[in-house]
């Protein structure tokens, strides 16, 4: 299983909540004799004897995931690449930015004359379940490993008086009924407030406080908070079950002060 690296965190948070993110038109895959870390700073990629990345396919994301669709052989080695153990996918055949990384199945000692091959399936790349909706999910993977086209949604809080899932759409989630309750928009970095932080160590929050207008009746137990990517039905984006249970009456304001909706990919 593959996990994705702080880089493509950080540009896909962007891409939810900020600037959209420009994927490669191709990705490649590449080989380590170490793991390379979420950072890539553990990446050791054998260097000469006709190494080389090589591109790689993926399939159409589902249940979560993208996997490798089709072998990827390397060229063959004209010397010694050492013990390959872990495996990576950049945005470049060099250099470049690394999108995700993970441990092959069996480690395999490359010597002269052997030529690499990595079978279909091997590789894949998942997000795991819960608070993020299986919707961005597959839009994301499809966008950052498939250059599949995913426009920048635009961000809006609400609150449900229900438990959500993975598969809970803005159509679907159980929300306040009149009393003045209404979505509230969060609006880009450097857009009118409030707004969201850019996206730094995996993670972004709200930079100022998000109000929601005062309810003019009551609203019943508030039991989850979501973003969602309009201000009615549209796509939940991401959801919490955690929030505190709360009732709300009549003349009761709803707010997250600066800071307290975290929405991180980890």
């Known amino acids: 299983m593959g996990k994705i690296s702080t880089f493509l965190a950080n540009e896909l948070l962007d ?31 054998p260097s000469g004897n006709a190494y080389a990345r090589q591109a790689i396919t ?5 249940a979560r995931r993208v996997t490798q669709s089709g072998d990827v052989t ?8 050492g013990t390959i153990t872990h495996w990576a ?3 470049a055949s060099s250099a470049g930015n690394m999108l995700a990384h993970g441990a092959l199945v069996a480690s395999k000692s490359v010597v002269t004359g052997n030529t690499p091959s990595v079978a279909s399936g091997e590789v894949w790349v998942e997000f795991s379940a819960n608070e993020m909706s299986t919707t961005l999910a597959h839009n994301l993977l499809n966008l950052a490993f498939r250059n599949v086209a995913y426009s920048k949604p635009n961000t809006y809080v609400g609150v449900a008086t229900a438990t959500l899932s993975d598969t809970t759409t803005g159509s679907t989630v159980t929300e306040p009924s009149g009393g003045a309750y209404a979505r509230t928009q969060v609006n880009i970095n450097g857009g009118s407030s409030p707004t969201w932080s850019v996206a730094a160590s995996r993670a972004v929050t709200n930079g100022a406080a998000v109000t929601l207008a005062a309810a003019t009746a009551a609203w019943g137990t508030v039991v989850a908070s979501f973003i969602a990517s309009a201000s009615s039905a549209g796509d939940i984006l991401f959801y919490d079950n955690d929030t505190a249970d709360q009732a709300v009456g009549s003349g009761d304001t709803v707010q997250f002060a600066s800071g307290d909706i975290d929405v991180s990919i980890n």
């Open 58 to 62: 993926l399939g159409a994301a589902s």
């Open 74 to 81: 390397f060229p063959q080695a004209t010397g010694a690449w």
């Open 89 to 91: 996918i950049f945005d």
């Open 15 to 45: 891409h939810v909540f900020n600037a959209a993110y420009t994927p490669a038109a191709t990705v490649y895959l590449g080989l380590s004799t170490a793991n390379p870390t979420d950072d890539g700073s553990g990446l050791a990629e």
